[in-house]
């Protein structure tokens, strides 16, 4: 009579299909998720900028512009979820640059730090990958 089951060797075989084929996938869903953050950094920044815009045809300037706290801002100082911190700087009548720098979780993403200034130029910095990677 024969008995029924599995044995051991059956489940570990079993086992360790599913260990090789999770250290495939894993990297690729990690991949998949920090890009979909990265979306976030690059809709925080062009809505930072429309606010910019706004904020210079009412006022004649972008140099009194800020970002989270006070007085009144134009925007948060962070992204959506928080995955990037976002400010600005070269602040002048005619000038701005936004940074959106990745924070906590999304602090190992390869673009690194984006950027985006008033006359459209998107930017990286910081990181392994190029812009036409990033943007």
């Not at 006022?59 to 006070?70: D, M, N, P, Q, R």
């Not at 009548?93 to 998107?122: L, N, R």
Request: aromatic share 10%; net charge neutral; proline share 4%.
């Amino acid at each position: 009579m024969r008995s029924r089951g599995f044995t051991l060797l059956e489940l570990m075989i079993a086992c360790a299909i599913i260990a090789i084929l999770a250290s495939i996938a894993y990297p690729s869903y990690i991949n998949s998720v920090q890009k979909s953050r990265r979306s976030e950094a690059t809709a925080s920044l062009l809505g930072v900028a429309s606010q910019m815009e706004r904020w210079s045809t009412e006022k004649g300037t972008y140099a009194t512009a800020t970002l989270g706290g006070s007085p009144p801002p134009i925007y948060a100082n962070h992204s959506e979820n928080s995955y990037y911190n976002l400010s600005l700087s070269n602040l002048t009548a005619t000038t701005y640059t936004i940074s959106a720098a990745p924070a906590a979780i999304q602090a190992t993403d390869p673009c690194g730090t984006f950027t985006y200034t008033e006359s459209g130029v998107k930017d990286v910095s910081g990181g392994t990958w190029n812009k036409s990677q990033c943007w």
